[in-house]
């Protein structure tokens, strides 16, 4: 959802764009994707931006479901903020990948077990010649 409060405010204070990037030590393109509602703006920009602009938070901060950030439950799928995608992994691939994990462990650590037993072994020979 586009700011228009902002971009309102912000061009009656005569401010570009790039002011608030540079005040935001970001880039131009990357604060007009935060204006036009495409990524999000954290709480702490929200201010930084107010203060700049010498307004009050409440009068440039629209509310829209993307104020909300990283609320993200794996169970439903459901996340608001930021236009990420997340897609919602059934709990059974979940497991299957927990278990491959601790199979990759185990051989990890059986594989530095053998490694350690090569070493010996070429040490014992080493010292024998």
Not at 30 to 54: C, F, V
Not at 62 to 84: K, L, P, Q, R
């Amino acid at each position: 959802m586009t700011k228009e409060n902002l971009i309102r405010i912000r061009k009656q204070k005569k401010f570009s764009q790039q002011d608030v990037a540079e005040h935001l030590n970001i880039s131009q393109s990357h604060y007009q994707r935060k204006e036009k509602g495409e990524i999000g703006i954290t709480n702490n920009e929200w201010e930084r931006i107010a203060k700049l602009l010498e307004v009050d938070v409440e009068e440039i901060r629209e509310n829209d479901a993307n104020n909300v950030m990283n609320n993200f439950d794996n169970s439903s799928g459901n996340y608001i903020g930021n236009n990420n995608n997340y897609c919602n992994i059934p709990e059974y691939i979940l497991e299957n990948q927990k278990d491959y994990i601790t199979l990759l462990k185990e051989e990890n650590k059986r594989l530095k077990q053998d490694n350690k037993d090569l070493r010996a072994e070429n040490t014992l020979l080493k010292s024998q010649k």
